[in-house]
T-cell receptor, first 111, second 113 residues
Framework: QKEVEQNSGPLSVPEGAIASLNCTYSDRGSQSFFWYRQYSGKSPELIMSIYSNGDKEDGRFTAQLNKASQYVSLLIRDSQPSDSATYLCAVNPGGGNKLTFGTGTQLKVEL | KAGVTQTPRYLIKTRGQQVTLSCSPISGHRSVSWYQQTPGQGLQFLFEYFSETQRNKGNFPGRFSGRQFSNSRSEMNVSTLELGDSALYLC????????????FGSGTRLTVV
C-alpha cells in the first residue's frame, strides 16, 4: 500500500464548475497535510495546508481533512482553465520536515 | 524576497561520472530538503538537512549524498551515475516545524547518457 494515494486522473471539469481532488494516507499519526500545484515543466507550488479536522478555505480553494478516515481533499470552486495542472497531496508523518507526496492528480479545466 | 535558487538548471552527464547540485534556500529558512522527481515514481524524498546535520534520509543508495553549510546552503552529490538517475532534482526550503510546507526551487534537470 502506498503511503499517500491519489487518483492519477485526468479529472476533467468544465469552466466554472467545482473540481474535487481526493487523497488518502496510511500513517495514522500524521499531523500536517499540504496541497501543491504543479504546472507542466515547473516545480510544485504550495497552495493549501491543513492540520485540524474540518474545512479550511482560502479564496476559491477549500481543503478538507478527516483524520479518522485518513482522508484529505481539495475543492476548487469556479474552476478556471489556468487551474489546469497536476495537484499533489503531501503528508508530514512527523519527525522532521519530511513530506511524503502522492503521485498527483491531473486536472483539466475545459472551456 | 528571493526564492529558492538551484544551480545549474540543466546538466548532461555520462554514466559513471559524478555530479554536484547546489541549492540556496530562502533567507531565514534553515531546513533544506531534496527530492527526485521522475514520471514513473513521482516525488521521492532524498534527505533533509537542518543546522548542517542530516535529520532524515530516504531510501536511496549511498551514491546519493548531501551536505549543508553554515549559511544553510546545501549541495547534493551523486557518484557513479546510472541511466536511471536521470530526473528532475528539486530542492525545497522551509521554516523549522512540521506545520510549515516547503517552497521549492526550479529544479535541476539531470540527464545521464
Amino acid at each position: 500500500q502506498k503511503e499517500v494515494e491519489q487518483n492519477s486522473g485526468p479529472l476533467s471539469v468544465p469552466e466554472g464548475a467545482i473540481a474535487s481532488l481526493n487523497c488518502t494516507y496510511s500513517d495514522r499519526g500524521s499531523q500536517s497535510f499540504f496541497w501543491y500545484r504543479q504546472y507542466s515543466g515547473k516545480s510544485p507550488e504550495l497552495i493549501m495546508s491543513i492540520y485540524s479536522n474540518g474545512d479550511k478555505e482560502d479564496g476559491r480553494f477549500t481543503a478538507q481533512l478527516n483524520k479518522a478516515s485518513q482522508y484529505v481533499s481539495l475543492l476548487i470552486r469556479d474552476s478556471q482553465p489556468s487551474d489546469s495542472a497536476t495537484y499533489l497531496c503531501a503528508v508530514n508523518p512527523g519527525g522532521g520536515n519530511k513530506l511524503t507526496f502522492g503521485t498527483g492528480t491531473q486536472l483539466k479545466v475545459e472551456l | 524576497k528571493a526564492g529558492v535558487t538551484q544551480t545549474p538548471r540543466y546538466l548532461i552527464k555520462t554514466r559513471g561520472q559524478q555530479v554536484t547540485l547546489s541549492c540556496s534556500p530562502i533567507s531565514g529558512h534553515r531546513s533544506v530538503s531534496w527530492y527526485q522527481q521522475t514520471p514513473g515514481q513521482g516525488l521521492q524524498f532524498l534527505f533533509e538537512y537542518f543546522s548542517e546535520t542530516q535529520r532524515n534520509k530516504g531510501n536511496f543508495p549511498g551514491r546519493f549524498s548531501g551536505r549543508q553549510f553554515s549559511n544553510s546552503r546545501s549541495e547534493m552529490n551523486v557518484s557513479t551515475l546510472e541511466l536511471g538517475d536521470s530526473a528532475l532534482y528539486l530542492c525545497a526550503s522551509s521554516q523549522l516545524g512540521e506545520n510549515y510546507g516547503y517552497t521549492f526551487g526550479s529544479g535541476t534537470r539531470l540527464t545521464v547518457v
